[in-house]
Structures are given as C-alpha cells and as structure tokens.
T-cell receptor, first 114, second 114 residues
Framework: DAKTTQPTSMDCAEGRAANLPCNHSTISGNEYVYWYRQIHSQGPQYIIHGLKNNETNEMASLIITEDRKSSTLILPHATLRDTAVYYCIVRVLLRGSTLGRLYFGRGTQLTVWP | NAGVTQTPKFRVLKTGQSMTLLCAQDMNHEYMYWYRQDPGMGLRLIHYSVGEGTTAKGEVPDGYNVSRLKKQNFLLGLESAAPSQTSVYFC?????????????FGPGTRLTVL
C-alpha cells in the first residue's frame, strides 16, 4: 500500500542531470515528500525533503507540482557515485499512533554510466 | 559522532538458534526503528520505540522481540530463528515527532538463517 509510484529503473550519462519522477496523488496537505537513496545495500541516506515549495541543497533539487500530486528529484550533474536506489517517500502514520514513519517502496534504480 | 551503529555486521544462524542485534545511537534521539530488507524490496518496519522503556509493533513484528532499556540502545531479538528471517536488518533513529522526520540509518546487519 505504497503511497508513492516510481519507475523501476532509469539511467543517466555521467555529468548530465538525472531527473527522477514520483507520483504521490494521495498525499495529505501537511505531509512532506522525502527522498532517500541507498547505495549498494548500505543504510538509506537522506537527500532532501519538501512540503510545497521547491527545495535545493548541496545534493539535489526537489520540484513539487502545484497540486502536490507529483515531484521530481534532480541531481544536476550525476556522477558514477550517484548510482543507487532512490526512494520517494511520504510519511505514513503508524496504526493507532500519531507517530509517522517513512514508507519505503521499491524505489528507482538509477544507473549512471560513463 | 558515530551516528547509528549496528552490531554485528554479519551473522549466520542455524534454524532454532537465538540472537540479539544491537543498535546504538549517540545523537540523543527519542525515536528508534528496526527495519528488514529482503532482496529487491523496500524496507519493512518490524518494531519501533518512542522513548526509553517503550516499544511497539510495526508491520512485520512476528518472530521478533525488542527492548529499549537505555535511550541510546535498541535491541532486536530473534528467539528461534527461521530461514524466513534471512534478511538485512537496518536500525534507524530520529529526533522529533512531527511532519519533518529525517531518519538516520545504521549500516545494516546481514543475517542468514540456514
């Protein structure tokens, strides 16, 4: 019952921008969109998050559509080290709790080639 | 800061054996989580804790027990290991409840049950 939909895989040439799409059509008004990545079975690593405005940090940019039903993670100059599984996540409330947790679907396998 | 650490990194068990996985964090986080990840899958939540002395079930708790006797440690126990518990186990922690919920992950424990 993932709340997000992502392509299974994508590839990108080194040095080019990688644009990873995500659909989250059932997102609630106060839920953030998070992006994490997982490199070669390491622990997931936080990339960026946003609510409704576009966000940018040293790793990536996040573009969220005005209706908040989809977003795109942009790696502006992909390197070989960016090859990883990228997870687009919205917070899911744990049953009977106000505690939210991040629901990890299968993500997008991004392969950056030389 | 070491962040989130997990011990051991690898373990092989025989069916029916027991073991405990240790997660430690030095960030003074209140909330801690145990996930498992099977090949080609996202992470699934086993148990979580909202503070010292408290634990709760996630989405796949059967066959596991947890304890949070100290704020910085979260232990995951397998009383009688089964081959279906072969997986990579990740621990995570986060500071605050709320809409912004960056989780910090450990490096994982790779467990094989024969």
């Amino acid at each position: 019952d993932a709340k997000t939909t992502q392509p299974t895989s994508m590839d990108c040439a080194e040095g080019r921008a990688a644009n990873l799409p995500c659909n989250h059509s059932t997102i609630s008004g106060n839920e953030y969109v998070y992006w994490y990545r997982q490199i070669h079975s390491q622990g997931p690593q936080y990339i960026i998050h946003g609510l409704k405005n576009n966000e940018t940090n040293e790793m990536a940019s996040l573009i969220i559509t005005e209706d908040r039903k989809s977003s795109t993670l942009i790696l502006p100059h992909a390197t070989l080290r960016d090859t990883a599984v990228y997870y687009c996540i919205v917070r899911v409330l744990l049953r009977g709790s106000t505690l939210g947790r991040l629901y990890f679907g299968r993500g997008t396998q991004l392969t950056v080639w030389p | 800061n070491a962040g989130v650490t997990q011990t051991p990194k690898f373990r092989v068990l025989k069916t029916g054996q027991s073991m405990t996985l240790l997660c430690a964090q030095d960030m003074n986080h209140e909330y801690m989580y145990w996930y498992r990840q099977d090949p080609g899958m996202g992470l699934r939540l086993i148990h979580y804790s909202v503070g010292e002395g408290t634990t709760a079930k996630g989405e796949v708790p059967d066959g596991y027990n947890v304890s949070r006797l100290k704020k910085q440690n979260f232990l995951l126990g397998l009383e009688s290991a089964a081959p279906s518990q072969t997986s990579v186990y990740f621990c995570a922690s986060t500071a605050e409840l709320g809409s912004y919920n960056e989780q910090f992950f450990g490096p994982g424990t790779r467990l094989t049950v024969l």
